[in-house]
């Protein structure tokens, strides 16, 4: 199978092209940024998803599924262009598998569009509304781009079209956002919450976004790995010091004296949980994780 991988360079999407290619597939990245040393039977395309040198794979290599990495969450870049590369970036991406007479496509997404909420249920399933813009205004680029991919599977159903919902990813890669609020030795909480966080090694999620593309899934998914585990024993089982402070003054440490640079509505994620059932992926595609909870959270901290 002939795969395009948008976001090809993503510390992800490489273990996901990698896995593509020892099962023999064929894969063809597109991403602004370079892969030196992609291996041998990946094809890359330095282009930006929107312009038309991206629409070309598509044109010139007729692929026959897309998987679809190149949503960004990092606040360094603006909400302008965030939205011009979450959402315009999956809207012309989708679009393009129309045209082009792709079969098949992987929308990979986060779990973290459903909000974190004092009154949320603890396991959200994927009946679940997307409910993040209400706390986390910065999140609607994302929300945005879940739905529209979601919209594909009856806007296009000659797409077989899944749309996974991922836990956070931690792994010797050290990448992600769970990896980067973990980057330095003390990690900021809020005093008196200690919420469930849950996450998933990030070789069971490459593993994971490659089944649902052999499986030609339909449908949206959570995908999960083992169990979640408290805020305060994550930080303990990485070899990071805890450091609960006050809610009121949280926004003005983020980014000072040694802590994760967080935008302030964040803070919802710092006190409330956002856990997901995962069984409706394992069923339909005989996922079963790897690493427990403990190994994620080694392999986090030994790399």
């Given at each position: 199978?002939?795969?395009?991988?948008?976001?090809?360079?993503?510390?992800?999407?490489?273990?996901?092209?990698?896995?593509?290619?020892?099962?023999?597939?064929?894969?063809?990245?597109?991403?602004?940024?370079?892969?030196?040393?992609?291996?041998?039977?990946?094809?890359?395309?330095?282009?930006?998803?929107?312009?038309?040198?991206?629409?070309?794979?598509?044109?010139?290599?007729?692929?026959?599924?897309?998987?679809?990495?190149?949503?960004?969450?990092?606040?360094?870049?603006?909400?302008?262009?965030?939205?011009?590369?979450?959402?315009?970036?999956?809207?012309?991406?989708?679009?393009?598998?129309?045209?082009?007479?792709?079969?098949?496509?992987?929308?990979?997404?986060?779990?973290?569009?459903?909000?974190?909420a004092p009154d949320a249920p603890l396991y959200r399933n994927e009946l679940e509304p997307p409910l993040a813009v209400a706390t986390f205004p910065d999140l609607a680029d994302l929300v945005a781009a879940d739905l529209f991919a979601g919209s594909a599977l009856w806007r296009w159903p000659e797409i077989d079209t899944s749309v996974l919902r991922v836990v956070y990813t931690l792994g010797p890669s050290r990448r992600g956002t769970l990896a980067n609020y973990l980057g330095g030795p003390r990690v900021p909480t809020v005093l008196g919450f200690d919420p469930l966080y849950h996450f998933m090694h990030e070789y069971d999620a490459a593993e994971a976004i490659v089944l649902a593309l052999e499986k030609r899934l339909r449908g949206i998914y959570n995908v999960a790995g083992a169990a979640p585990a408290p805020l305060s024993l994550l930080c303990r089982a990485t070899g990071r010091l805890a450091v609960p402070i006050p809610e009121p003054i949280m926004p003005y440490v983020f980014g000072r004296f040694g802590f994760a640079r967080l935008p302030p509505e964040s803070i919802e994620h710092l006190k409330y949980p956002i856990v997901v059932d995962g069984r409706s992926f394992q069923q339909a595609t005989g996922f079963r994780p790897q690493f427990d909870e403990v190994q994620t959270m080694d392999a986090f901290r030994w790399a």
């Open positions: 199978m002939r795969v395009v991988v948008t976001g090809i360079s993503g510390a992800l999407a490489r273990m996901v092209a990698q896995r593509l290619v020892a099962r023999g597939h064929e894969v063809l990245g597109i991403d602004r940024r370079p892969w030196p040393d992609a291996p041998k039977g990946v094809t890359m395309a330095h282009a930006d998803i929107r312009k038309r040198p991206a629409e070309d794979v598509f044109r010139k290599h007729h692929p026959d599924a897309l998987v679809h990495m190149a949503t960004v969450t990092h606040f360094s870049v603006g909400r302008e262009e965030r939205y011009r590369i979450n959402l315009g970036g999956t809207k012309a991406v989708f679009e393009y598998c129309h045209a082009h007479g792709v079969k098949a496509a992987v929308f990979v997404g986060r779990h973290t569009i459903y909000g974190a």
